[in-house]
């Protein structure tokens, strides 16, 4: 999406996203040019952009939710069969 909207390879749109995505943003890559001009398909374009990066987001505090719960259930499996904790 952003290496058509940005005239970027598919390298440079992908490294976009995974910077944006995991919150880094080097800000080496910015979509300038969605917003450079008023018209609706900027507009359209640049709602497109916020929409994708909040669903982004989104997924993956879910993804660390449910990667925290599974490592928390196995040090708690660890602490029952060693001894440190009761059956829970």
Known sequence: MFSLWENWDYLEGSYFCFITLSTIGFGDYVPGSISRTDSADSRNKL???????????SV?????????????????????????????
């Open 47 to 57: 709602i497109m952009c916020c929409v994708y990066l909040l669903f982004g987001l």
């Open 60 to 88: 993956i505090a879910m993804c660390f939710n449910l990667m925290q719960e599974d490592v928390r259930a196995k040090f708690r499996w660890l602490g029952v069969k060693i001894g440190l904790l009761d059956h829970v």
